[in-house]
Nanobody
Framework: QVQLVESGGGLVQAGGSLSLSCAASYSIYAMGWFRQAPGKERDFVVAIDYESEKTTYADSVKGRFTISRNKANNAVYLQMNALRPEDTAVYYC????????????????WGKGTQVTVSS
């Protein structure tokens, strides 16, 4: 059982930046982030293959969000720039044994989530 612990998030004005971190209890093939806005379903944001560092981004965040990982401490980081009010959501760190499955929403492990609020 992989445990995922998120940190970061908070309140920022539109156009600002925030960063999120996620520490895993041990390394797993793919990690990433989903988000859920109020009244909406959880949506894929970004994924990274832990070994190859191949990344996949949702179109809505391309060019604004950047994911990276640190193998030494089993952690991934999400740098979010040029934030928009529509980015407001609870962000969940996720992990799966295959990145392709993660992108399709087939998630093996979920974190508890952290709130990101972008004011206009």
């Amino acid at each position: 059982q992989v445990q995922l612990v998120e940190s970061g998030g908070g309140l920022v004005q539109a156009g600002g930046s925030l960063s999120l971190s996620c520490a895993a209890s041990y390394s797993i093939y793919a990690m990433g982030w989903f988000r859920q806005a109020p009244g909406k379903e959880r949506d894929f944001v970004v994924a990274i293959d832990y070994e190859s560092e191949k990344t996949t981004y949702a179109d809505s965040v391309k060019g604004r969000f950047t994911i990276s990982r640190n193998k030494a401490n089993n952690a991934v980081y999400l740098q979010m720039n040029a934030l928009r009010p529509e980015d407001t959501a609870v962000y969940y760190c996720v992990a799966s044994h295959q990145i392709a499955r993660m992108v399709k929403g087939d998630i093996d492990y979920w974190g508890k989530g952290t709130q990101v609020t972008v004011s206009s």
